[in-house]
C-alpha cells in the first residue's frame, strides 16, 4: 500500500481544489487576445450619470475619504431606505436593516457565511448565476438544484418541492435573472413563499437588475409578499443601474438580527466599501424618474436589435423580460459542446459569448450561451452586424 503523504503547507487549500476561473472571464480574455467585441461579460461599459459622478468627486474633495461605519456610510443608507419605499414597498431603518457591502458578490458573500452554516442545503435554481454556487460552494454549503425549463423558466410549487429536503436552509432567487432573464411573477413568488413558511427557510434575493426590465413589466420584490414576510435577505447593488460595474457598490436589506450578522462578516472580510463612492452613489438615487425609464428603454432598444441579429445568424434567441442579457440557442451550430460553440462565434465573428455551461451543472447549457448587450449602441451595431452575417 503506498503510504498517505502529509499534505504540503505550500499548497492550496482543499476548500478551492475543486474551483477553476469562470468561462466569463476567461472569454474576456480569449476576446482581448482577438481584439473582438466582448459581448460575454456583464463588463456595463456605459458612460456613468453625471450626478453619480459629481458626487463621488465632490466626496473625494470633501475629505470623505476614510472608513465609513461596516454597515456604509449614513447618507448612503439613508438614500436606500427612500429608495426602497419609493420604488419597491419595502419599509426599512436605515439604522439597524440595511447594510452597503462591496458590491452586491459581497452582500451575497456575507450572507451565506453569517447566516447558514456549513452543511446546510440552499436552493438554486438553473441556470444560475456562477457566483451565488461558487460562494455557497465556498462555504461549504450542498447546493440542490431547481432546474427552470427554457424558454418560460417557470418556477413551481411542485418542482421547489420535490428538491427542498430536511437538510434545507435557504433558497436563492435572481429577478430578473443572470442570465435567462427571467423575472418572477406574483404567482411564483407566492408558491416560493408557501414552501419556505411551511419548511421555515431564509430566502435569498438577487435584484441587482430590478430597474432593467421590459414591456411594461413591474419588478416584484420577493420581501413584499406576505408569505415571505421577516424571511427575506434582499440583495441589490448600484453597479447596473449606474455603470459602475468597477465601484463595487451593493447592499443588502434584512430584519435587524440577521443584518448586524451581516455586518460582523461584511466588517471582517471587507472592514467597508469605499466611501467616496458610496456618497457619491447616494447622489444618483435623486436622479428622476425619467432617468430610470429611459435606462429601461434604452436597454429595450438594444434587445431588439440583437434578438434580429441572432435570427439573421439561424441562432433562436430566448428574448428575455428583464437585465440585459440574452441566451441563444446554438444547436445549429452542431458543436459538441457551448464552449466550442462561443469559441467558434468568437472565430469567426469576433463577437466573445459565454457558454451556457457556465449557468448549468449538467448538459441542459451546452445548446446555449450567453450574449451581454449593455454596450453603447455604434459598439452594439457592429457587433450585431458582425453576427448577422454570421453563416452556422
Known amino acids: 500500500m503506498e503510504p498517505v503523504l502529509p499534505k504540503s503547507a505550500v499548497a492550496p487549500a482543499g476548500r478551492v481544489s475543486h474551483m477553476v476561473q469562470s468561462d466569463i472571464r476567461a472569454m474576456t480574455r480569449q476576446c482581448d487576445a482577438v481584439g473582438g467585441i466582448n459581448l460575454g461579460q456583464g463588463i456595463c461599459d456605459l458612460p456613468l450619470p453625471q450626478l453619480v459622478r459629481d458626487g463621488a468627486v465632490a466626496a473625494i474633495d470633501g475629505g470623505h475619504n476614510i472608513y465609513s461605519y461596516p454597515e456604509g456610510a449614513r447618507e448612503l443608507r439613508q438614500a436606500i431606505a427612500a429608495k426602497l419605499a419609493r420604488d419597491n414597498g419595502i419599509n426599512a431603518d436605515p439604522d439597524t436593516e440595511i447594510v452597503v457591502t462591496v458590491g452586491a458578490t459581497g452582500a451575497f458573500t456575507a450572507a451565506v457565511l453569517?447566516?447558514?452554516?456549513a452543511g446546510d442545503g440552499i436552493v438554486i435554481p438553473e441556470p444560475y448565476y456562477g457566483y451565488h454556487l461558487n460562494s455557497a460552494l465556498l462555504a461549504g454549503l450542498v447546493p440542490q438544484y431547481l432546474t427552470l425549463a427554457a424558454p418560460e423558466f417557470t418556477l413551481t410549487q411542485a418542482a421547489l418541492e420535490a428538491v427542498v429536503d430536511d437538510t434545507t436552509r435557504a433558497i436563492v432567487l435572481c429577478t430578473p435573472s443572470n442570465p435567462s432573464g427571467k423575472m418572477l411573477s406574483a404567482e411564483e413568488l407566492d408558491?416560493?413563499?408557501?414552501v419556505a413558511a411551511a419548511r421555515d427557510l431564509l430566502v435569498i434575493t438577487d435584484e441587482i437588475y430590478e430597474y432593467i426590465r421590459y414591456d411594461g413589466r413591474e419588478h416584484i420584490s420577493p420581501a413584499t409578499r406576505p408569505a415571505l414576510a421577516g424571511r427575506v435577505v434582499t440583495i441589490m447593488g448600484l453597479s447596473k443601474t449606474f455603470s459602475i460595474t468597477g465601484?463595487?457598490?451593493g447592499y443588502a436589506v434584512a430584519p435587524p438580527e440577521l443584518a448586524r450578522a451581516m455586518t460582523l462578516v461584511h466588517d471582517l472580510y471587507y472592514?467597508?466599501?469605499p466611501t467616496p463612492l458610496q456618497i457619491g452613489a447616494a447622489a444618483g438615487f435623486?436622479?428622476?424618474a425619467?432617468?430610470?425609464e429611459d435606462l429601461a428603454r434604452d436597454y429595450e432598444e438594444k434587445r431588439g436589435v440583437l434578438a434580429t441579429a441572432l435570427g439573421a445568424a439561424g441562432l433562436?434567441?430566448?428574448?428575455?423580460?428583464?437585465a440585459y442579457y440574452m441566451l441563444a440557442d446554438v444547436s445549429s451550430l452542431d458543436c459538441s459542446s457551448s464552449k466550442e460553440a462561443a469559441l467558434r462565434i468568437l472565430?469567426?465573428?469576433?463577437v466573445a459569448s459565454v457558454p451556457g455551461s457556465s449557468f448549468y451543472r449538467g448538459r441542459a447549457g451546452e445548446s446555449l450561451v450567453r450574449f451581454c448587450y449593455a454596450k453603447e449602441m455604434d459598439v452594439l451595431a457592429e457587433a450585431c452586424r458582425r453576427l448577422a452575417a454570421f453563416k452556422p
Open 316 to 322: 433562436t434567441p430566448i428574448v428575455p423580460e428583464g
Open 286 to 288: 435623486a436622479a428622476p
Open 271 to 273: 472592514v467597508c466599501a
Open 191 to 194: 408558491a416560493v413563499g408557501r
Open 247 to 249: 465601484w463595487r457598490l
Open 347 to 350: 472565430r469567426e465573428c469576433g
Open 114 to 117: 453569517a447566516l447558514l452554516d
Open 290 to 292: 425619467s432617468f430610470f
